[in-house]
């Protein structure tokens, strides 16, 4: 079975752009979350996705938004870019949402410049 | 406010011997927990998880115990083998409340062959 997907690996960015990041989950998990993770910080939750309908949601700021589609695939979307959302954004995937083990992606290195 | 704490940073262990990474939350809502595992380069792969009613699960050379009234829990792995070298990350939610997952900082566990 194959895992789960985050597409673009890298990007490098300006600030005042915006950025739209890819993840695939894994074949039958319907629950996708975005983690930021920075050094010193760990991984910090950004929202969680079940059925289309975003389930929890952490303390970041609006600019970041996301979304699910029917095929349990989901963007996450930043705009206006800042110098401190450099950072490694993760994906993880799992067959239920709140909760339970969760397969991570590779992640997607963001630059802004 | 950091809910899961890792209050060691890194950690060094000869091959052989037996690592404990230690793990405190503050929220009392907490009734499950996992550790995860980070190489470079990849994301966070689950390891091993406890739920509140239990005090210890086992997993091969992975041991987790659960402290509920000190709020503390523990990975050991015995023996540590240097393939064990990596980041490992203590995550917590309220599972009985579909709550988000909260990480906390990541230790970096060295295995000295």
């Known amino acids: 079975k194959a895992g789960v997907t985050q597409t673009p690996r890298y990007l490098i960015k ?52 996301g979304r699910q589609f029917s095929n349990s695939r989901s963007e996450m979307n930043v705009s206006t870019l800042e110098l401190g959302d450099s950072a490694l954004y993760l ?6 949402w709140g909760g339970g083990a969760q397969y991570f992606g590779p992640g997607t290195r963001l630059l802004v410049l | 406010d950091q809910q899961v704490k890792q209050n060691s940073p ?30 470079p380069a990849e994301g966070p792969t689950f390891l091993i998880s406890i739920s509140s009613i239990k005090d210890k699960n086992e997993d091969g050379r992975f041991t987790v115990f659960l402290n509920k009234s ?14 064990d070298s990596a980041v490992y990350f203590c995550a917590a939610n309220s599972k009985t409340s579909y709550d988000k997952v909260i990480f906390g900082p990541g230790t970096s566990l060295s295995v000295i062959p």
């Not at chain 2, 000190?70 to 393939?83: E, F, N, T, Y």
């Open chain 2, 10 to 39: 890194s950690l060094s262990v000869q091959e052989g011997r037996i690592s404990i990474l230690n793990c405190d939350y503050t929220n009392s809502m907490f009734d499950y927990f996992l550790w995860y595992k980070k190489y």
């Open chain 1, 14 to 65: 300006t600030r005042g752009q915006q950025v739209t990041l890819s993840c695939s989950p894994i074949s039958g998990h319907r629950s996708v979350s975005w983690y930021q993770q920075t050094p010193g910080q760990g991984l910090q939750f950004l929202f969680e996705y079940f059925s289309e309908t975003q389930r929890n949601k952490g303390n970041f700021p609006g600019r970041f938004s």
């Open chain 1, 91 to 96: 994906c993880a995937s799992s067959l239920e």
């Open chain 2, 70 to 83: 000190a709020k503390h829990l523990s990975l050991h792995i015995v023996p540590s083998q240097p393939g």
